[in-house]
Structures are given as structure tokens and as C-alpha cells.
């Protein structure tokens, strides 16, 4: 398949695979990794002290660090696992449910399509990032009391996450296969008395499993800008635990078990007008990873769908004769001869 002969594929592929291999290294590397990092950096020549958490970008590299010293870089490496393997489980939950709900939704009478159909556009028109915190803000007050584990807490996050999104994907993949059971041999196929379950299985479902491909990663890279509205509302895969720094009143402190990125941009989000490069950080991780899904994307569409050939470009070699090569240039094979001025001669 000329898919795997892409540079456009391979590429973006390789950096997520880095990431996420990267994220299991990590904490083997680095154990000490959640505790507090220094508490002041000094100059090595002077022995002053020069600078306190949180650190810039230059005084600790690449991202520089969060408000108790921890290097950023290093704590979005960790976390990657849970981020982008909780998008992907996000993503076949969703795929899995749009692909039942099309069902349903191609083979109903046209007058309760019609009426589902009104009713299913409205899911369209409400921020999902407002429903999902709605739904989720209860579960993050009984993780913050201790009566939820950060793994179950996670995994109702991941199902509600996918719940929300089915009613519209499986409106549009319904629709999809609505217009897909309206050619001609569909028909030809049900005059030769073809059953539902026939039409599903040979002509639905391999239609449906080359545009499921490029579906899934349009649904993945919708999930990761998902997970960084709701981690803007504090609502983080894993949950975030609270800390009480106020003294006279109840100033409360995020922190967060899993390092996952939008739970690194809920953490710092306070310091965003002070110290802009604390949520730079996983903004450009879910940028980067964003890009690299899309460019996925855009290579299974041209080739699955539109048919198009992409592969690795080779140079073509010269079929000339080697003693035809060698030959000085303007000189020719054969030459025109004047017959008239021959004869005259």
C-alpha cells in the first residue's frame, strides 16, 4: 500500500510512537520525577543565588519548570501515556458507537429519521466542553474526597467523554450510509431478495472500514482539543488532587498524579498572564501531536478515499546508450545531405 511508502506518514507516526515509548521511560530515568525540584538555582562562580521556582525556559531547559521546581519537559514526557493512549480508547469508544448509532439511524423509517435527525442537531450547537464538565464535576468532587480511585475516576472519564460525541458522529455516519444505500446495485442487491444483514456485511461494511480510518483520526485529533477545554475547567484524566495555602481563607492548590497534560495546563493556568511559558509547554505537545494526527489524516484520505498514489520518489535512469552519452554534445547521429549540391559537385 502506498500509505507506507509516504514520508508524511511515517514521520508524524515515528513522533508519536517516540512520545509515548519516551513516556514509559521516563519514570525509569527519572524516579524522583513528582517530588519538589531545587529550591533556588545559584551562580556557579559567585555562589549567589540567582533564581527561584518556577524557573524560565533558560534557567532550566527546554520548558523550563512549574512553581515547585519540576522540570515541565520532563513531567509532559511522563504524562504523554495517559493523554494520548486515553485519546485513542476516547476515539475507537467513539468510532465504535457512531458505527452502531449510523446503523440505527440508515435503517429507520424516514419519518423518524427525520424526526431524530431535529433532535440530534442540537448536540451540534452545544459546547461539549460545558457538557462534559457537567457531567464530570461531580466525580472530580468525590475523587478530591477520596471516593473514587484515580483509575476509575479515568475510565468513567474516558466512557462519558465518548458518550457525548456519539449522538452527532452517529447522525453524520448514519447519514453516510443512508446515501451509500441509495446506489443502484443496493438496490439490485435487494430485488435478488439481499437481507439487511447481507448488506451490512458485504457492502456497508467494507465501505465503512476504508472511510473508518481516516474518521478515527479526525476523532482522535477532535479529542485532544477536547481534553484541553476541559482541562482549562479543570477536569483532567485522572483527576486532580487538592491542596489547602490559605491561611485565613481556602485558597485551593491543584496537583495531579498522572502529569497528564491538560491536567499540567489546569495546575498552571493561574499563571498564564504572569508566566506564559508554564502553559506553553503542553499547549505546544498537544499542538505538535494535533499536527502530526492531521497530516496522518490528510494521507489516509488522499490515498483510502480519493484514490490517490503517494510513495517515495525515485530517480529515474537514463536508458541511453552509453556511447550515445559519451558523445559531444551537438554532434548527432545522422546528418541532412543536400542531394542537388552533391550532384552540381
Known amino acids: 500500500m502506498s500509505v507506507f511508502r509516504s514520508f508524511r506518514f511515517w514521520i508524524p507516526f515515528v513522533i508519536i510512537a517516540?512520545?509515548?515509548?519516551?513516556?514509559f521511560l521516563v519514570p525509569v530515568l527519572y524516579p524522583d520525577l513528582s517530588e519538589s525540584g531545587p529550591p533556588y538555582l545559584k551562580d556557579p562562580e559567585t555562589n549567589k543565588v540567582i533564581a527561584a521556582p518556577p524557573y524560565s525556559p533558560s534557567e532550566m531547559p527546554p520548558l523550563g519548570s512549574d512553581k515547585i521546581g519540576r522540570n515541565i519537559f520532563l513531567m509532559l514526557m511522563d504524562g504523554a501515556k495517559y493523554t494520548l493512549l486515553g485519546a485513542l480508547a476516547i476515539a475507537l469508544l467513539r468510532m465504535a458507537g457512531g458505527f452502531i448509532t449510523g446503523l440505527i439511524y440508515a435503517f429507520m423509517p424516514r419519518w423518524l429519521r427525520s424526526g431524530f435527525k431535529g433532535f440530534w442537531d442540537t448536540f451540534n450547537f452545544i459546547p461539549l466542553a460545558i457538557v462534559g464538565f457537567i457531567l464530570l464535576h461531580p466525580l472530580q468532587l468525590a475523587y478530591?474526597?477520596?471516593?473514587?480511585?484515580?483509575?476509575?475516576?479515568?475510565?468513567?472519564?474516558?466512557?462519558?467523554i465518548a458518550l457525548i460525541v456519539i449522538p452527532s458522529l452517529g447522525m453524520y455516519v448514519g447519514q453516510g450510509m443512508n446515501d451509500f444505500m441509495k446506489q443502484e446495485f443496493i438496490d439490485v442487491s435487494r430485488q435478488m431478495g439481499a437481507s439487511r444483514f447481507h448488506l451490512i456485511r458485504k457492502h456497508l461494511m467494507p465501505h465503512f472500514g476504508r472511510h473508518s480510518i481516516v474518521l478515527f483520526s479526525e476523532q482522535l485529533s477532535q479529542t485532544l482539543l477536547l481534553l484541553i477545554q476541559l482541562g482549562i475547567l479543570h477536569i483532567c484524566l485522572g483527576g486532580l488532587m487538592t491542596s489547602n495555602f490559605g491561611i485565613l481563607e481556602f485558597i485551593p492548590v491543584y496537583f495531579s498524579a498522572t502529569n497528564e497534560w491538560a491536567a499540567t495546563i489546569a495546575i498552571n493556568i493561574q499563571q498564564v498572564f504572569i508566566r506564559p511559558y508554564i502553559v506553553l509547554g503542553p499547549l505546544l505537545f498537544f499542538a505538535l501531536t494535533i499536527f502530526c494526527v492531521n497530516e496522518i489524516s490528510a494521507v489516509l484520505r488522499s490515498v483510502l478515499i480519493e484514490g490517490n498514489h503517494i510513495g517515495f520518489k525515485r530517480?529515474?535512469?537514463?536508458?541511453?546508450?552509453?556511447?550515445?552519452?559519451?558523445?559531444?554534445?551537438?554532434?548527432?547521429?545522422?546528418?541532412?545531405?543536400?542531394?542537388?549540391?552533391?550532384?552540381?559537385?
Open 18 to 23: 517516540a512520545m509515548i515509548i519516551g513516556s
Open 144 to 160: 478530591e474526597n477520596d471516593a473514587l480511585t484515580s483509575f476509575r475516576f479515568t475510565v468513567i472519564e474516558v466512557i462519558v
Open 315 to 345: 530517480k529515474k535512469k537514463s536508458k541511453l546508450n552509453p556511447a550515445r552519452a559519451n558523445r559531444e554534445p551537438g554532434k548527432e547521429d545522422f546528418t541532412f545531405i543536400n542531394r542537388k549540391e552533391e550532384e552540381a559537385c
